[in-house]
């Protein structure tokens, strides 16, 4: 094959000096000749192998058997352009059904897509739009893969994805343990389409717009940057996120879906193995529940941005909604917030709650970073607040 791409090479070049040679269009002419002999050299190998008709039957998925019945023709896409394979096809006269073992054994079974090919389809469909992996595709791998494929072949991987997840949670080694580890869980609506929204319940007046999805990460912050504040780890980060429901009846003997996932994600990391743990989130009740009754004992840290906005929300309980004093009082919280003066911020929150008229109002809206408070000890500035329960 390397003289024809040297032939390849010297008639696309011919006699041209080289200042004369429009060499992108040379590269690309190239590649798509190189490519073209590659694909023409690797499907010749594979058909000329005949291998997989030494069996005059192979067992069916029906639990009968399939005879041998000829071979044959399966196009399908690579990287290398369109390839056609003639492989051995086995028949089942008890199901009708049929089967070509080859298919399997190359990872091109129930796919038009060869696996290096699938892989790349699946990257894109998991970055960009389908469209724009179809066009990313074209333009960069010269690979022709329409919109539709890249939007079945990226969820036919997430779904595989997804149950390999579900289903093996062994610890993760290759990662180092360190000294404190940190849990982070959050949940977000997201946009879908309006055939994936039937039956769900909206928060607002009208059909639903969006599903929350769920969202747990695990980290380690032992790295300092230039400033000596803490700085998560490179390459510490691990994510698992999925539409599922945090929630279960009182009376259910079972974890929620997603408490699941929280576990399975924790023990790959080896979470509960860390000498220090902390849970991060923004103080909304279901998420400080599921820690507690997951990791007791846990560290719970209300994140900086909202344990400033409760402090907004409680100045304007105090004070009123458009009252001057609340705006300043808020905005000294904050400063001793940033500046790390944590007990001075407590003195004055308790001062409040004991002053205020409305008092079971206040207690309510500050009960997520004030109720039983202290000063966390570790981590300056990067989080604020913890309860101690």
């Known amino acids: 094959m390397e003289s024809e ?11 041209e000096a080289v200042a004369e040679l429009d060499f992108e269009a040379l590269e690309m002419a190239l590649r798509h000749g190189t490519l073209r002999l590659a694909a023409r050299a690797i499907e010749q190998r594979l058909n000329a192998d005949t291998s997989d008709e030494v069996a005059s039957h192979v067992p069916c998925r029906c639990g009968g058997k399939t005879h041998f019945a000829g071979r044959r023709t399966k196009h399908f896409q690579s990287v290398l352009g369109p390839l056609r394979l003639e492989r051995a096809y086995y028949h089942c006269s008890s199901c009708g059904g049929g089967c070509c073992p080859r298919d399997k054994h190359l990872g091109i079974e129930n796919t038009s897509l060869s696996p ?56 993760l080694d290759a990662l180092p343990l360190p000294k404190t580890l940190y849990l982070g869980i959050d949940g977000t609506g997201i946009p ?14 009208g059909a639903a717009k969006t599903r929350e999805v769920k969202l747990c990460t695990v980290w380690s912050a032992e ?16 994510y698992s996120a999925a539409i599922e429901s945090a929630s279960i009846p009182d009376i259910a003997k079972k974890r929620s879906a997603f408490a699941e996932r929280v576990w399975r994600e924790t023990q790959r990391r080896r979470f509960t193995q860390a000498a220090r743990t902390a849970a991060l989130g923004d103080g909304a009740p279901w998420i400080w529940n599921l820690v507690a009754e997951l990791f007791p004992g846990t560290i719970e840290i209300v994140d900086r941005f909202h344990a400033k906005q409760h402090l907004s929300e409680l100045s304007k309980a105090l004070y009123g909604l458009a009252s001057p004093r609340a705006a300043l009082w808020a905005k000294r919280r ?18 409040q709650v004991v002053r205020s008229e409305r008092r079971a109002v206040v207690c309510t809206i500050s009960r997520a970073i004030a109720s039983e408070c202290a000063i966390r000890s570790f981590t300056p500035r990067d989080y604020v607040l913890r309860r101690e329960l």
Do not use: C, N, W, Y
């Open 116 to 171: 290096a090919l699938t892989r790349m389809t699946g990257t894109v469909g998991a970055m960009v739009s389908f469209q724009e992996g179809s066009e990313l595709l074209q333009e960069l791998a010269g690979v022709d893969v329409d919109t539709k494929q890249v939007g079945r072949t990226a969820e036919a991987l997430g779904q595989e994805i997804a149950e390999d997840e579900r289903h093996h949670s062994e610890p």
């Open 334 to 351: 904050h400063e001793e917030l940033d500046s790390g003066q944590f007990r001075a911020l407590l003195a004055a929150m308790r001062r």
């Open 223 to 238: 790295s300092f940057d230039s400033d000596g504040t803490p700085i998560r780890d490179e390459g510490s980060i691990t």
């Open 5 to 15: 791409v040297v032939q390849e090479v010297e008639a696309l070049l011919g006699r």
């Open 192 to 205: 879908l389409r309006a055939e994936e929204l039937t039956d769900v319940p909206s928060k607002r007046e």
